[in-house]
Structures are given as structure tokens and as C-alpha cells.
């Protein structure tokens, strides 16, 4: 969850402002004091950030979502690959206070669904629905605690899922994080949702002449909010980001019981490249289980790499720094795409949520930053095993 917002800006002019003043006694309002101490968290957060050693830069940004500057909104994107045209794949991103946008690689907005307050979201490729193969978008509704399902092309989205199926309060109070996961032994399709306490759905999607209907299959906990998620369809794991209890991972499957476990170095008590809250989680497919796990680590503005295969080692962490576009801080959601989408991102595409989006000193409303994974494996000490010719993950 957001720890600073705009407030810094705000913070650090009002102490500037209290320090001028002629008596120094005036009393302090709430909205004051808690505005100076963000922009104290602020400087903390840039002073770790400074720490991680590894930089790149954004190759392009979204255009920002329509809400005002200062204003917590765009979330989380999804990257739809166009297996016909992979330059003409498409960047889906949320928009909390209002639904979806739908942007090209240069970043300009092609579509906006007014939805209502749509959070999350993820895509899967290649669902049976009424005799033809569709790629399906999902998204967690925080305005009706509901899950909206729709079909991508490069051109719409078109809303299939109803009727709407609520989800169960005790679980999921108010659906914050979500992903996607095909059970690929029998090309099953599930969606997982997550709340603010904890509590996690697991929803299987069933077609159903020309909608898709959810039906609950199993519930998880963990100990607080895990907004972060994914599955990975390749080795049957499911993992959460818990924001302030590292990575867990349970079996995906909708029989794969309740139990998890931590990845170790996930969590900030034993990693100092990682502080609270950690939010996007994503996975990067490579060759014969290779790839690794991306995760924000909001409280020092960075990302950490994890090791897909078991025991899943720390590989290290990176930052995005300012050049032809403002640096990145305060990820919420982020996602990652292995295949070569045209020649401007060769080797595939991270794409972030920046929670403080500016130009020069002028704060603008939130968008969302494009890495190219090319400059990302030049960058790092490390080599990623980047994959971009490999899509049978998606098959």
C-alpha cells in the first residue's frame, strides 16, 4: 500500500514554512504532522534507495490515468502479447479510481473502460469459449467486490464475465490483489484475489455459451494484506508478496491444500535490499525452468530478483533512475513479459507503476514506466537467462 503519496511534497514545504516562522509555537494540525512525516519516510526511502548499487532507466512511460496530480490511482499493469503482430502488443494498467487503460508500446492511450474502481489485473492466453480460443483479461472490482472478466484484442476489450459473482466477505472483504494461473494437466483456468486482511479466493473460470462464469474452489490466509501475486503455469506454484512478511509459495493447484512457505531473503529482516512494503510480484519465463521472480520493494523505491527454480536464491536488486523520463519510486504493481515484442523492446518488456510521476519539479498524475530487458541484463553483474524466443508457456 502507498506509504507516502504526494504528502513529502507537501511535508517538506510545511516544514520549510514552520521554520520561518515568527514564534515557532503555533500548534501543528494532523494533516500537517503527518504530511511532515511522510516527507521524512520520503527522504529515508531515497536515502536506501541510494544504497542499491544497480540503475537503469525507462525507455518510454504510459500516458498518466485521468485523475489529478498527488492523487493514489494507477496500480497495476498486464502486458497481452499480439502473437500476430508482437510490436502491436498492448500494456493494460488500472486505474483504482475509475477501471482500465489500454496503451501501446510507445505508451499512448488507445482505450479506457470506465469501470469503477478496478485494482488489479493479469491475462491468460488460449480459453475455450463458445468454440473459439480467447485471451482473457481479469480484474479485482473494489467498487462491487467482484472479479470483471473480458476478451483482448489489439484493438477492445469486451466484458464477459456475468453475471458478476460477489465474492465471499469472509475471505475477501475488499479485492485488492489478483492473478491468473492455467493448470496446464488438464488447461483448467483459475483466477486468485486477494483482501486487506489476508484472506485469498481462488476462482475457477468455467465458459458458458458466450460469458464465463467463476466458481470458488479454495480459499488461503496469510498473516496480513498480500497485494502482490502470481502463478507461475509452468511449475504449478502460486506466490504472494505479504507487504510485510516476504514471498510465500503454495501449490497452485485448486487441491494443493493450505500450506505455504517464505522464500528465503525475501523478507527485510534477513535482506536489507528489501523494505516494506513489498507489492508487484511477477515471474520471468525462461528455458527448462530457468527465469527468475521480480518483486517492488516499495519502502527503498527498487526491485529484487529472486531465482525461479528452488531455493529460489536472491540474485540481486536494481532501481530506475531519471533520463529521458522521471525515475520510478513506489511501485505498486508491476509486470514482465519474456517474448521479443518488435524492435523496440528485442529482448522483452518490464513494466512498472510509478507512484510519483513528474516533469522537472511539477507532480503529474501516475502513470506507468517501460524497461527494456535488454538495458536491464546489460546493467546488472549477473546475466539474466533472458529467453525472448520462447513462448511455450503460453501454449
Given at each position: ?5 504526494y ?7 510545511m ?24 516527507s521524512?519516510e ?18 518510454a ?33 488500472t ?74 466477505p ?15 494437466p ?18 475457477r473460470?468455467k ?28 511449475t ?18 485448486p ?64 532501481k ?18 519474456n ?5 523496440q ?51
Open positions: 500500500m502507498k506509504k507516502f503519496f504528502l513529502f511534497v507537501m511535508g517538506t514545504l516544514a520549510a514554512c514552520a521554520g520561518r516562522s515568527n514564534s515557532g509555537q503555533r500548534e501543528r494540525t494532523p494533516g500537517e504532522l503527518e504530511a511532515i512525516e511522510d521524512l520520503y527522504a529515508a526511502a531515497l536515502a536506501d534507495q541510494a544504497r542499491i548499487r544497480v540503475s537503469v532507466q525507462a525507455a512511460e504510459t500516458a498518466p490515468v485521468p485523475s489529478v496530480a498527488g492523487e493514489d490511482a494507477a496500480d497495476d499493469p498486464a502486458i497481452w502479447y499480439n502473437a500476430v503482430q508482437p510490436e502491436q502488443s498492448r500494456i493494460i494498467g486505474d483504482k479510481k475509475g477501471g482500465l487503460a489500454i496503451y501501446n508500446l510507445a505508451g499512448e492511450e488507445l482505450q479506457y473502460y470506465a469501470l469503477g474502481r478496478i485494482n488489479n489485473v493479469d491475462v491468460r492466453y488460449g480459453f475455450e469459449l463458445n468454440g473459439q480460443k480467447v485471451d482473457v483479461v481479469a480484474a479485482s472490482d473494489r467498487s462491487l467486490n467482484t472479479v470483471r472478466l473480458l476478451t483482448i484484442t489489439a484493438d477492445t476489450l469486451v466484458e464477459v464475465g456475468t453475471p458478476l459473482v460477489k465474492l465471499d469472509s475471505v475477501v472483504d475488499e479485492p485488492y490483489g489478483l492473478c491468473m494461473y492455467r493448470h496446464k488438464d488447461n483448467s483456468f483459475y483466477v486468485f484475489v486477494g483482501g486487506k486482511d489476508g484472506g485469498v479466493q481462488q476462482l473460470l465458459a458458458s455459451g458466450d460469458s464465463i462464469e467463476l466458481e470458488k474452489v479454495r480459499a488461503l490466509r496469510v498473516a496480513t494484506q498480500a497485494e502482490g501475486m502470481v502463478a507461475d503455469d509452468e504449478g506454484l502460486f506466490y504472494l508478496a505479504v507487504e510485510e512478511g516476504g514471498i510465500h509459495k503454495f501449490a497452485a493447484a487441491d494443493g491444500g493450505t500450506r505455504s512457505e517464505v522464500l528465503p531473503m525475501s523478507h527485510g529482516r534477513d535482506n536489507t535490499a528489501l523494505v516494506a512494503d513489498l507489492e508487484g510480484l511477477d515471474v520471468y519465463y525462461g528455458r527448462d525452468g530457468k527465469g527468475f521472480l521480480i518483486v517492488s520493494s516499495q519502502g527503498n523505491f527498487s526491485y529484487a530478483l529472486f531465482d525461479r527454480e528452488a531455493p529460489h536464491a536472491y540474485l540481486g536488486s536494481f530506475i533512475v531519471s533520463g529521458t523520463f522521471d525515475g520510478v519510486e513506489e511501485t505498486d504493481g508491476l509486470s514482465i513479459f517474448g521479443a515484442l518488435g524492435e523492446f528485442p529482448k522483452g518488456l518490464l513494466v512498472v507503476q510509478d507512484g510519483f510521476n513528474r516533469a522537472g519539479d511539477s507532480a503529474l498524475p501516475q502513470n506507468f514506466k517501460l524497461v527494456d530487458l535488454m538495458v536491464l541484463d546489460g546493467a546488472l553483474q549477473e546475466a539474466l537467462p533472458l529467453a525472448p524466443d520462447y513462448l511455450d508457456w503460453m501454449k
